[in-house]
């Protein structure tokens, strides 16, 4: 007894010796001769991603404990620029911000660290980590060299994150074994300068000689180059691991080979189904990557909470995403293993280095129930209105000097005898519409609506316009995203359109110092409103708050803003961390635009982050509608190949239109009769790929959204790991199959690009084709 004791003293004492040993001296860690180097010797990066501002403070430790217990010997972690600057010139670094804790928290548990500081991260963040008040320049424009605003203020923060972190860099004596610069630059732009502008930045804040990295796609690596940082790749569950790295070895024929994020689950979008990845695929192509001895970082290991207003959103189209950020991950949003975690822990048994032990997990925090709380005071919104500022013309928030939240527009109506159309440009994201108090109905984003009936009015009539902001655009080209109405309302009546000028502005931030201001009553409101209440707990621990009862809106217990909920799913319950419960009394704010079935909330112990009501507004055929291709002549026809990658076919001659149409005659393996498409490009006649931004699909014949997220519009969402399928599950519709695209402008292209699903199966990959192309819509039978 006594000497096993003391032998586990010992055993412990050289552990801290060791681990103090690693990092007390200064080491090295570079991309050498096909393999990573630590310290000069071959060095496998076995790394779990972990985003700090998504566990709360108190768990951090726990969360790096989980990844190690998983095998895992580095940390993978974002900064958000947007989180440490939230206004300019105002850093933080304290508390939840702390970045060098974490760091040291990693270092403390005998972990290497990667850090990848942007400035743009992506990450399904709010404007990829861009702050939102770069929007105030009317003209910005960002991730290019081309503006100087935006390059002056990355540099800025690039600096601030150095005095933080520099000190770590493993040639100091630290643990941060690689800095990445930007993020997955290859799907935005082509500004090369603006990429080795990032580089110098990152340099000169301190990271002066730390191995620097930066990442992007197989399929688009190569289109550029930056002198003296290595170059990773990411790609999903179930990839072909030798296909993704097929052209990187011709390339970088002596590079060693990485995956610096390795898609474990995926993300999901409010009205959405929620996204799995099997353990098979994810386990079979990362088991393939430990064979070929590649280094990867497992994104995410632990999602997390997207909590209070930081979720993004993707467009197009435009959905934005739920608070959970579970990810389907190894390790669940409440930190607990999952069978993804025990099955990457014993796939990584049999990997370890001579003498290498992986621990045991540490325990997992409890869970309590938390038994039904009811809200007996309210507080409506058109009682509770803050101070108004005037303008002329409709402006965002931004320019209300508003970052987030819900903006209220009101302005006086001109007489209209008859009903007539308002119109809404643009509308970022939901609203609701109201003349004189009444509602009159509500427009969303998600589904391009922005016009709606209104009623005959009287002059003077109030009209008002409650918009409400959700995730800003986080990925791609549409991320200059301002919020509230960007540019103008106008009245479409008969052949007069006028628009709408005089606003008084209402400003609803979502600091929780705000909402606690609001009176409280005991009498029930009718609409938009504040919802108070206290509990009192005995014993605290992580719980699931139910919001399935409610509308849309968000929640703040004990001042933390838990996030964003909304009726239409998938996720119906909110993570509360236990670490914010109090023992004794505590406090709920609940702010609904809608009016809730009941007015109370419990906590529950297991998540809800699948249960969607599916929208049939959403998919592309309408009941009944069929096309009608009869008199139609293909502009092109033709068979594409088998096998991964893009597929390229030049037309012989240029063709034009506004509108095409792409049908699917059969598949590779002929007995399958679904078809899927991972992504779909025009050539214009430059040979570069036309912008997509505002296409919209018009119609396809068969969707499978019910047992994942296969809709038509995942043809153009620039994401080559999400594709269109038709339905395998209910309904199967057999060949051929159809997609119809409205480009919104008239193009002239000289041929098109297919891009087959990327994950290992090859169901659905399309053989023969038809294409059609022209300057009005095709039939659709109704
Ligand atoms: C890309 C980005 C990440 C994240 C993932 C999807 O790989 O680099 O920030 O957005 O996609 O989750
Ligand atoms: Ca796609």
Wanted: proline residues 4%; glycine residues 8%.
């Amino acid at each position: 007894m006594r000497i096993s004791k003391l032998i586990r003293a010992i055993v412990l004492f050289m552990t801290l010796v060791t681990q103090a040993q690693t990092f007390n001296k200064s080491g090295t860690f570079e991309a050498g001769e096909k393999t990573f180097l630590l310290n000069g010797k071959p060095f496998l990066v076995r790394a779990g991603e972990l985003h700090f501002p998504r566990i709360p403070r108190e768990y951090w430790e726990h969360r790096i404990q989980m990844c190690k217990a998983m095998g895992m010997n580095t940390i993978c972690i974002y900064l958000f620029w947007n989180f440490h600057e939230q206004q300019p010139d105002q850093f933080d670094f304290t508390g939840q911000k702390d970045v060098a804790e974490f760091v040291r928290l990693v270092q403390k548990n005998g972990m290497y660290c990667i850090v990848r500081p942007g400035p743009y991260a992506c990450a399904e963040w709010d404007m990829g980590g861009l702050p939102w008040w770069l929007l105030k320049k009317n003209d910005l424009q960002v991730r290019t060299a081309n503006d100087s605003y935006f390059m002056e203020r990355s540099a800025k923060y690039l600096k601030e994150v150095g005095k933080q972190l520099a000190p770590y860099q493993i040639q100091n004596g630290g643990n941060i074994i690689m800095v990445q610069v930007e993020n997955e630059y290859g799907v935005f732009g082509n500004d090369v300068n603006y990429m080795s502008k990032v580089r110098d930045a990152v340099r000169s804040s301190g990271f002066d000689t730390v191995q620097l990295f930066r990442c992007d796609w197989s399929s688009n690596f190569f289109k550029y180059d930056v002198e003296g940082v290595y170059t990773a790749l990411n790609f999903g569950a179930g990839s072909n691991i030798e296909k993704q790295f097929e052209k990187y070895q011709e390339i970088y024929p002596k590079a060693p080979l990485m995956c610096s994020e390795y898609w474990t689950g995926w993300f999901d979008y409010w009205g959405r189904a929620h996204e799995t990845r099997s353990i098979s695929s994810f386990i079979g192509s990362l088991k393939d990557m430990l064979d070929r001895n590649i280094s990867f970082s497992l994104y995410m290991a632990h999602g997390g909470t997207s909590f209070g207003q930081w979720g993004g959103a993707n467009a197009p189209p435009f959905g934005s995403m739920v608070a959970s950020y579970d990810y389907n991950a190894p390790i669940n949003e409440a930190g607990q293993p999952t069978d993804k975690f025990y099955a990457v822990r014993d796939l990584m048994k049999n990997y370890l280095n001579p003498g290498e032990t992986i621990p045991e997990p540490p325990a997992n925090y409890p869970v309590i129930a938390i038994p039904k709380i009811t809200f007996n005071k309210s507080a409506s919104l058109f009682e509770n209105l803050p101070k108004a500022s005037n303008a002329i013309d409709i402006k965002p928030m931004e320019f209300f000097d508003q970052g987030w939240g819900r903006i209220l527009y009101r302005t006086k109506l001109p007489e209209s005898k008859s009903a007539f159309k308002l119109k809404i440009t643009d509308l970022h994201d939901w609203a609701l519409i109201y003349v004189n108090g009444k509602l009159v109905g509500n427009l969303d984003r998600r589904k391009d609506e922005n016009t709606i009936e209104m009623p005959a009015v009287k002059k003077g009539d109030v009209l008002d316009i409650l918009v409400e902001a959700n995730g800003r655009v986080n990925y791609g080209k549409t991320i200059i995203d301002r919020k509230g109405i960007t540019e103008r309302v106008e009245i479409l009546a008969g052949t007069v359109t006028a628009n709408l000028k005089n606003w008084e502005v209402f400003n609803f931030p979502v600091d929780h110092d705000f909402q606690k201001k609001m009176k409280f009553k005991k009498e029930k409101i009718n609409g938009p409103g504040w919802y108070h209440a206290t509990f009192n707990l005995n014993v605290v621990g992580d719980s699931y708050i139910d919001m399935s009862t409610w509308g849309k809106g968000m929640v703040w217990i004990n001042g933390y803003n838990i996030g964003r909920y909304w009726k239409i799913g998938p996720q119906q319950t909110l993570f509360m961390p236990g670490c914010w419960l109090k023992k004794g009394k505590n406090e709920v704010i609940i702010l609904d635009l809608e009016v809730p079935k009941e007015s109370q909330i419990s906590g529950v112990t297991i998540p809800v982050l699948d249960k969607i009501v599916i929208d049939e507004s959403l998919l592309h055929r309408k009941k009944g509608e069929t096309l009608d291709l009869s008199a139609e002549i293909p502009s092109n026809e033709g068979a594409l190949s088998s096998g991964q990658g893009w597929k390229e076919v030049i037309f012989e001659k240029e063709l034009q239109g506004q509108y095409f149409c792409f049908e699917a005659l059969d598949s590779q393996n002929l007995k399958d009769q679904s078809s899927s498409i991972a992504e779909l490009e025009l050539i214009g006649t430059d040979g570069v790929s036309i912008n997509r931004s505002k296409w919209k699909i018009v119609y396809a014949d068969s969707e499978e959204v019910s047992v994942g997220n296969y809709s038509a519009e995942k043809i153009f969402d620039q994401q080559e790991s999400t594709f269109w399928s038709t339905a395998w599950t209910v309904s199967k519709t057999p060949h051929p199959h159809h997609v119809v695209v409205n480009m919104e402008d008239n193009v002239k292209i000289k041929g098109f690009r297919y891009l087959p699903r990327t994950d290992k199966s090859t169901n659905g990959n399309v053989k023969s084709y038809r294409f059609y192309i022209k300057p009005d819509l095709f039939v659709i039978k109704k």
